[in-house]
């Protein structure tokens, strides 16, 4: 379990963007450009299930996310969780929508909503932090 500083916390709720590094099937790299909401205990990241960045967690779970603003940084490194039904994938994407557009309030989780989400072949990797680095790469936990 991963102990977060206060100071870390408030950064990753008053940020929106990261880059997320999942590992391709040859070993190489692989990031991309996303949004994330965090709630204090984990991160979730919509994306579609045909991105290399879902095929690859589905193979690999282990994860890293680099949330920077100009000098300042945070890595988070985790374990990502592949949700593509059921209830969790509806409530996580909600979650995604009230962070990244400052409400959500008229979004309502309903038949319509979840065949969007499956229209649009949305999932969500759900990570857990493993380890957390701060902008002065000081090891936090492990």
Request: hydrophobic share 40%.
């Amino acid at each position: 379990m991963v102990t977060f500083t206060d100071e870390q916390d408030d950064y990753l709720r008053s940020h929106k963007w990261a880059a997320l590094a999942t590992g391709r099937k040859d070993g190489s790299p692989q990031l991309s450009q996303i949004v994330y909401a965090w709630n204090g205990e984990d991160i979730v990241i919509s994306v579609k299930s045909y991105t290399a960045k879902w095929k690859n967690a589905l193979r690999e779970p282990k994860v890293a996310l680099l949330i920077h603003d100009g000098r300042r940084q945070l890595v988070v490194y985790g374990t990502a969780e592949c949700i593509d039904k059921g209830p969790e994938l509806a409530e996580m994407t909600l979650r995604i929508h009230q962070t990244f557009f400052d409400g959500g309030a008229d979004i309502k989780i309903d038949d319509n909503f979840i065949d969007v989400l499956n229209r649009d072949q949305r999932t969500i990797l759900r990570v857990i932090p493993d380890k957390v680095l701060d902008e002065g790469f000081e090891v936090v936990e492990v």
